[in-house]
């Protein structure tokens, strides 16, 4: 149930085109949902993040959907560059109680290369 | 750059072995995390400190321990290390439970036991 699945497992997209990574959880109590961005020999990077009470948070060229009846988010990279080649991960928390703290749970990660 | 510091940047070291990374959170912030990144078990949460205090544990073996230090620095020891111990591991800071939950990593020690 602290599982997030994440889908594609690598995705690979012309330059200018959409690319789409799915996440779905089980666990309800779950109410912030993050995604990073990791470049080889760095540290996963916060792109983008969105809470369950909100269905869709955009950020320049990033854009998280969110349907919560249907436990799913989704990263939407419009316009994609070559430069977006990275591996993005999904991830997932709660925030109370604090007692608990907040650890984030991730997704496998999805290896996007944008071919120019 | 997330803010977060995080020294060593490599470390080699022997099966048997004991190591401690070293980690420095943004200014301001309390919360501290260490994560573990390997190939077969991807990002996985190992434990959490709040000001100095334990506040939440993962699936940390009991060989490792970590603890966060008045400045807020925090260390994480590893020891009696075993080959399946190489990986990445990343620390990263928060300011929860104030305000946000976002966590910022730093660039990660990446660990290599011969």
């Known amino acids: 149930q602290q599982q997030v699945k994440q889908s594609p497992q690598s995705l690979i997209v012309q330059k200018g085109g959409i690319s789409i990574i799915n996440c779905a959880y089980e666990n309800t109590a779950f109410d912030y949902f993050p995604w990073y961005q990791q470049f080889p020999g760095k540290g996963p990077a916060l792109l983008i993040a969105i809470r369950p009470d909100v269905s869709e948070k955009k950020e320049g060229r990033f854009t998280i959907s969110f349907n919560k009846s249907a436990k799913q988010f989704s990263l939407h990279i419009m316009d994609s560059q070559p430069g977006d080649s990275a591996t993005y991960f999904c991830?997932?928390?709660?925030?109370?109680?604090?007692?608990?703290?907040?650890?984030?749970?991730f997704g496998a990660g999805t290896i996007l290369r944008v071919k120019s | 750059d997330s803010g977060v510091t995080q020294t060593p940047k490599h470390l080699i070291t022997a099966t048997g072995q004991r190591v401690t990374l070293r980690c420095s959170p943004r200014?301001?912030?309390?919360?501290v995390y260490w994560y573990q990144q390997s190939l077969d078990q991807g990002l996985q949460f190992l434990i959490q400190?709040?000001?100095?205090?334990?506040?939440a544990k993962g699936n940390i073996l009991e060989r490792f321990s970590a603890q966060q230090f008045p400045d807020l620095h925090s260390e994480l020891n590893l020891s009696s290390l075993e080959l399946g111990d190489s990986a990445l591991y990343f620390c990263?800071?928060?300011?929860?439970?104030?305000?946000?939950?976002?966590?910022?990593f730093g660039p990660g020690t990446r660990l290599t036991v011969l």
């Open positions: 990263a800071s928060s300011v929860a439970p104030t305000s946000g939950y976002a966590q910022f």
């Open positions: 400190y709040y000001n100095g205090e334990e506040r």
């Open positions: 991830a997932a928390t709660t925030r109370a109680p604090w007692e608990y703290g907040n650890k984030l749970v």
């Open positions: 200014s301001g912030d309390l919360s």
